[in-house]
């Protein structure tokens, strides 16, 4: 495993030249531009978790059939502090940094102080976002750093504190049709309350110098929900949309304000004030777009821990969404650097199994258990709000009928969804609660992607990476959620880092297009390469064999080259995400 995770990696800093093998489609024109960890150790200091590592860009640029390869670290602020002081002097999540000790008693009390309320690392190794024509790198705090997709040089630092507010922020926005970038984040302790916030960022910002369009200035926060612990709120790591709706899961799995306002003094890192509350529930928060509120029904599940959401769509009357979904916290602590050792694979056997779990909530649940649905617009005036949801709900089940029969109050421990593409189900409760439990449509598998341009509708295949017998990738899957039936790609040796989907222009089929995926070799008789599968048969196009020092990164997204003539402008993207990772221009 040292090869993979504990070695610091050496940056590619001029384009290198790739070995093509097989065929690149002529189509395909444009940048893979990827992130993540690449550099764990600072003079003779060394981060604690594998997640904690200096930020490594990479990118491969395709064009007419030609691969160019580059990387290049992150020159945070963060990285520049560390690489000045030849050691660690930023603390990360999992790494908690101390002064010098020749320091005197003023400035340790200063550093004492400013740990109570951290200011946290600007060290974005997670994601890349766009938001208008900019591109940033991202991670899990307020900070976000905005890059050149081409070249890979750090230009400004941004604080979302200045435009919405929050403490934490997920790496994993969505977009809309628009290109509008919607996100979500955790507000700590403002005027007494702890929330999370979710705000929008337009793409553009119409009747403006073009100097002065700065998207983020114009954020919008449209919704945000009491967190229900004033000083314990949940970890979450993504979330769910469909058209209508955000799906955002209140996960047991939580950060302990108190304990990381101290853990500086008491020299522990803040990865050790969160933990996992098996006895606890994970609710399901539903968020009408349109109203910009919550749905009032409480929906829950069994406790668990879900870092990706894959998607999520509207099906009569119900919001139906997919996660990979954990029992328990221990994917996070296998990754401790003293985890990923020659005991890796016996370790990694006693972690949580990735599991694909289906859900399915009914939208609207009165307090007699009757889902109710959207009711004929040109109805609303003649006919009572009860009648037209049970006119329209019947009309929907049995469309023979003319409306006048009415469904009867649902019974409590019924099931409240019958919706054809699940068996999750959903139990009515005294309290008028809902208890949703889960379809398991398949085990060993993380880093989900898919068509975005299906993204918050009806879909069926997922791109993912296998774990079988660990959390880290060996085989990239496609699977299909209709027949659940599925593709695979392995190699010896070989580890494939997060699998991309880009459409083929004016493609019809949802998989019509190809899967790019970073291949990381421990093989030192094989190149590193970048990887190109035909999306439908999942059989190799090609393969792009770099002499380059290639790290496993985390996530990323393909920028097409829209207009080549145009190459020193920013090109448009393909708008992606995990669930935020595809095409923008109606794509993304």
Same mark, same amino acid.
């Given at each position: 495993?040292?090869?993979?995770?504990?070695?610091?990696?050496?940056?590619?800093?001029?384009?290198?030249?790739?070995?093509?093998?097989?065929?690149?489609?002529?189509?395909? *024109?444009?940048?893979?531009?990827?992130?993540?960890?690449?550099?764990?150790?600072?003079?003779?200091?060394?981060?604690?978790?594998?997640?904690?590592?200096?930020?490594?860009?990479?990118?491969?640029?395709?064009?007419?059939?030609?691969?160019?390869?580059?990387?290049?670290?992150?020159?945070?602020?963060?990285?520049?502090?560390?690489?000045?002081?030849?050691?660690?002097?930023?603390?990360?999540?999992?790494?908690?940094?101390?002064?010098?000790?020749?320091?005197?008693?003023?400035?340790?009390?200063?550093?004492?102080?400013?740990?109570?309320?951290?200011?946290?690392?600007?060290?974005?190794?997670?994601?890349?976002?766009?938001?208008?024509?900019?591109?940033?790198?991202?991670?899990?705090?307020?900070?976000?750093?905005?890059?050149?997709?081409?070249?890979?040089?750090?230009?400004?630092?941004?604080?979302?504190?200045?435009?919405?507010?929050?403490?934490?922020?997920?790496?994993?926005?969505?977009?809309?049709?628009?290109?509008?970038?919607?996100?979500?984040?955790?507000? +700590? !302790?403002?005027?007494?309350?702890?929330?999370?916030?979710?705000?929008?960022?337009?793409?553009?910002?119409?009747?403006?110098?073009?100097?002065?369009?700065?998207?983020?200035?114009?954020?919008?926060?449209?919704?945000?929900?009491?967190?229900?612990?004033?000083?314990?709120?949940?970890?979450?790591?993504?979330?769910?949309?469909?058209?209508?709706?955000?799906?955002?899961?209140?996960?047991?799995?939580?950060?302990?304000?108190?304990?990381?306002?101290?853990?500086?003094?008491?020299?522990?890192?803040?990865?050790?004030?969160?933990?996992?509350?098996?006895?606890?529930?994970?609710? +399901?928060?539903?968020?009408? *777009?349109?109203?910009?509120?919550?749905?009032?029904?409480?929906?829950?599940?069994?406790?668990?821990?879900?870092?990706?959401? !894959?998607?999520?769509?509207?099906?009569?009357?119900?919001?139906?969404?997919? !996660?990979?979904?954990?029992?328990?916290?221990?994917?996070?602590?296998?990754?401790?650097?003293?985890?990923?050792?020659?005991?890796?694979?016996?370790?990694?056997?006693?972690?949580?199994?990735?599991?694909?779990?289906?859900?399915? !909530? $009914?939208?609207?649940?009165?307090?007699?258990?009757?889902?109710?649905?959207?009711?004929?617009?040109?109805?609303?005036?003649? +006919?009572?709000?009860?009648?037209?949801?049970?006119? *329209?709900? %019947?009309?929907?089940?049995? $469309?023979?009928?003319?409306?006048?029969?009415?469904? *009867?109050? #649902?019974?409590?421990?019924?099931?409240?969804?019958?919706?054809?593409?699940?068996?999750?189900?959903?139990?009515?409760?005294?309290?008028?609660?809902?208890?949703?439990?889960?379809?398991?449509?398949?085990?060993?598998?993380?880093?989900?992607?898919?068509?975005?341009?299906?993204?918050?509708?009806?879909?069926?295949?997922?791109?993912?990476?296998?774990?079988?017998?660990?959390? +880290?990738? %060996?085989?990239?899957?496609?699977?299909?959620?209709?027949?659940?039936?599925?593709?695979?790609?392995?190699?010896?040796?070989?580890?494939? #880092?997060? $699998?991309?989907?880009?459409?083929?222009?004016?493609?019809?089929?949802?998989?019509?297009?190809?899967?790019?995926?970073?291949?990381?070799?421990?093989?030192?008789?094989?190149?590193?390469?970048?990887?190109?599968?035909?999306?439908?048969?999942?059989?190799?196009?090609?393969?792009?064999?770099?002499?380059?020092?290639?790290?496993?990164?985390?996530?990323?997204?393909?920028?097409?080259?829209?207009?080549?003539?145009?190459?020193?402008?920013?090109? #448009?993207?393909?708008?992606?995400?995990?669930?935020?990772? #595809?095409?923008?221009?109606?794509?993304?």
């Amino acid at each position: 495993m040292e090869i993979i995770f504990g070695r610091n990696k050496k940056e590619q800093l001029e384009p290198v030249s790739a070995r093509v093998t097989g065929k690149i489609p002529a189509w395909l *024109q444009g940048t893979l531009l990827r992130n993540g960890p690449g550099m764990h150790t600072v003079g003779e200091s060394r981060y604690n978790h594998w997640f904690d590592g200096l930020a490594l860009l990479h990118s491969f640029s395709i064009r007419d059939g030609e691969v160019f390869y580059r990387s290049k670290y992150l020159q945070s602020d963060t990285y520049s502090a560390n690489i000045e002081a030849n050691k660690i002097v930023v603390s990360e999540f999992g790494t908690m940094a101390y002064p010098d000790p020749c320091k005197n008693i003023f400035s340790k009390a200063f550093s004492y102080l400013s740990h109570t309320i951290p200011d946290f690392t600007d060290n974005c190794l997670i994601n890349i976002m766009r938001c208008g024509d900019d591109f940033y790198a991202t991670t899990e705090t307020n900070y976000i750093r905005k890059i050149n997709p081409q070249t890979l040089e750090t230009l400004d630092k941004v604080d979302y504190r200045k435009y919405v507010a929050v403490n934490l922020a997920t790496a994993h926005p969505h977009y809309d049709a628009a290109g509008n970038v919607l996100n979500m984040g955790t507000s +700590i !302790v403002d005027n007494g309350r702890t929330k999370y916030v979710m705000f929008k960022i337009p793409a553009t910002v119409p009747g403006t110098k073009k100097k002065e369009k700065n998207p983020l200035k114009h954020t919008e926060v449209f919704c945000s929900i009491p967190s229900r612990s004033l000083l314990s709120p949940s970890y979450y790591h993504s979330f769910g949309v469909t058209e209508n709706y955000v799906i955002f899961l209140e996960q047991p799995f939580k950060l302990d304000i108190l304990k990381m306002a101290t853990a500086y003094m008491r020299g522990v890192s803040w990865a050790s004030c969160m933990s996992f509350h098996r006895e606890d529930k994970t609710y +399901i928060h539903i968020i009408d *777009q349109r109203t910009r509120k919550p749905v009032p029904t409480k929906f829950y599940t069994d406790p668990m821990v879900v870092f990706h959401h !894959v998607n999520a769509y509207e099906e009569e009357g119900c919001v139906v969404f997919d !996660v990979i979904a954990y029992e328990d916290s221990s994917l996070y602590q296998l990754f401790y650097l003293a985890n990923l050792n020659q005991n890796f694979e016996e370790n990694s056997r006693m972690t949580s199994v990735p599991t694909l779990k289906r859900f399915a !909530v $009914p939208l609207h649940v009165d307090k007699f258990g009757v889902i109710c649905c959207n009711f004929p617009a040109h109805a609303q005036d003649s +006919i009572s709000r009860t009648s037209l949801v049970l006119y *329209q709900w %019947t009309l929907r089940k049995h $469309p023979s009928e003319d409306g006048s029969s009415f469904l *009867q109050n #649902a019974e409590v421990g019924s099931n409240l969804i019958k919706v054809p593409s699940t068996r999750a189900t959903a139990l009515k409760e005294k309290d008028g609660h809902v208890y949703c439990q889960p379809e398991v449509l398949y085990k060993g598998l993380e880093l989900p992607r898919i068509n975005y341009a299906h993204n918050g509708k009806p879909y069926r295949y997922i791109y993912a990476a296998e774990v079988q017998w660990s959390p +880290i990738p %060996t085989k990239i899957l496609k699977y299909d959620v209709l027949t659940k039936s599925s593709l695979k790609w392995g190699e010896e040796c070989c580890w494939p #880092a997060e $699998p991309v989907f880009v459409p083929t222009p004016g493609a019809k089929d949802e998989d019509d297009g190809v899967i790019l995926s970073a291949i990381v070799s421990t093989d030192p008789q094989k190149l590193p390469f970048l990887l190109i599968l035909d999306a439908k048969t999942f059989t190799e196009l090609a393969r792009a064999s770099v002499h380059a020092d290639l790290h496993l990164d985390l996530h990323g997204l393909f920028i097409p080259d829209v207009d080549r003539s145009a190459e020193k402008q920013t090109p #448009a993207v393909t708008q992606e995400d995990e669930n935020s990772d #595809a095409p923008i221009t109606q794509q993304a």
